[in-house]
């Protein structure tokens, strides 16, 4: 079992649609979460971290975090073209040693 | 402006050949990762290093190097390139007193192995 897995893709959403981003990790004690999102030929860019339980919003981004289900989502309110791209999901077991587990990505396309 | 830089965006290679790639940062970040990123299996951790000179293994470091002199240069080297080397390579450095963890990647390289 992969130690960071998230929702197999691709994903399509219309433009102006909820798109939702799934990840489950396996080793409880991962202190800090991020999503990163990868446009094609690019790389990786930090669009969200969390670190406890809960919501974390940031514009048109909201983070969930349930460490008790191990589980981490990303969602992407009115969807925009622009949106698309691979979302990796991250998990880091000691947020000062910035070593980042990632998971295979899901990509997601928003058509017009 | 945060910045990595990886030396090569595109490296063509024979098998046996030496690779190096280079990987420097200007953010003064004390800690520095080689990933490599191959389609279905995602970014997966060569080496890290967390001070000159020091490094650690990640989940991949067979047929990999690296050395780290200077704190903003991160090398990874290929003693001897194998076709299963071919992927993209990406560098990474995160630091430390922010405590959030975040990764800061490089362009990445692009390396094929004939």
């Known amino acids: 079992q992969k130690e960071v897995e998230q929702n197999s893709g691709p994903l399509s959403v219309p433009e102006g649609a909820i798109a939702s981003l799934n990840c489950t990790y396996s080793?409880?004690?991962?202190?800090?979460f991020f999503w990163y999102r990868q446009y094609s030929g690019k790389s990786p860019e930090l669009i969200m971290s969390?670190?406890?339980?809960g919501d974390k919003e940031d514009g048109r981004f909201t983070a969930q975090l349930n460490k008790a289900s191990q589980y981490v989502s990303l969602l992407i309110r009115d969807s925009q073209p622009s949106d698309s791209a691979t979302y990796l999901c991250?998990?880091?077991?000691?947020?000062?040693?910035?070593?980042?587990?990632f998971g295979d990505g899901t990509t997601l396309t928003v058509k017009p | 402006d945060v910045k990595v830089t990886q030396s090569s965006r595109y490296l063509v290679k024979r098998t046996g050949e030496k690779v190096f790639l280079e990987c420097v940062q200007d953010?003064?970040?004390?800690?520095m990762f080689w990933y490599r990123q191959d389609p279905g299996l995602g970014l997966r951790l060569i080496y890290f290093?967390?001070?000159?000179?020091?490094?650690e293994k990640g989940d991949i470091p067979e047929g990999y190097s690296v050395s780290r002199e200077k704190k903003e240069r991160f090398s990874l080297i290929l003693e001897s390139a194998s076709t299963n080397q071919t992927s993209m390579y990406l560098c990474?450095?995160?630091?430390?007193?922010?405590?959030?963890?975040?990764?800061?990647f490089g362009e990445g390289s692009r390396l094929t192995v004939l």
């Open positions: 080793d409880r004690g991962s202190q800090s």
């Open positions: 953010m003064d970040h004390e800690n």
């Open positions: 969390i670190y406890s339980n």
């Open positions: 290093s967390y001070d000159v000179k020091m490094k």
């Open positions: 991250a998990v880091n077991f000691n947020t000062n040693a910035g070593k980042s587990t």
């Open positions: 990474a450095s995160t630091e430390v007193a922010r405590l959030t963890g975040e990764l800061f």
